[in-house]
């Protein structure tokens, strides 16, 4: 068996941002100020060090957002894939987000026209794509929009 490792920068959508804050906060008692003075003085372990740094992106991101840039926050994880999902990452599904990482597609029927594709085939290959976290459907009006999460992919073999 052949060892793969999948790893991916992700964009974080907003509502998952609140969440890993609100984690955060009760981790640590809502005292992030305590963690930046741990950080100048040097005196963290690996993980509060690495929770200090997600904290502190968060809350750059979202305060550059509150002053009217727009929202970014992303974020270098390992995506946990089973062999199936990996088997899934097709040749067509690859193209699909290398299309929505050159342009944005303002509906499904859209991106299959832009791929050629039909346009049932493309919406199961987008639901594919969010299952694994990759994209993600907005509601806009009447239809969804697809929104690429992933900006890098990695696979390491061996």
């Known amino acids: 068996m052949i060892d793969m490792r999948l ?10 941002v609140t969440d890993r804050l609100a984690k955060l906060e009760e981790k640590y008692g809502n005292r992030f100020q305590e963690l930046h003075e741990e950080f100048i003085q040097g005196r963290m372990d690996r993980e509060r060090f690495n929770d200090y740094v997600e904290w502190s992106s968060m809350i750059h991101a979202l305060r550059a957002y509150s002053e009217g840039e727009d929202y970014d926050y ?12 990996l088997r899934g990452l097709t040749s067509s599904r690859i193209e699909l987000l290398d299309r929505l990482a050159v342009s944005r597609a303002s509906s499904i029927n ?8 039909n346009v049932k085939n493309v919406y199961n290959d987008i639901k594919f794509l969010e299952r694994i976290g990759f994209v993600r459907l907005s509601k806009e009006g009447r239809g969804f929009v697809p929104e690429l999460l992933v900006q890098e992919l990695t696979i390491s073999l061996g």
């Open 7 to 16: 790893s991916s920068v992700r964009r974080v959508p907003m509502n998952e």
């Open 74 to 85: 992303y974020t270098e994880e390992d995506t946990p894939l089973g062999i199936e999902e």
């Open 110 to 117: 859209e991106l299959a026209g832009i791929l050629n594709r």
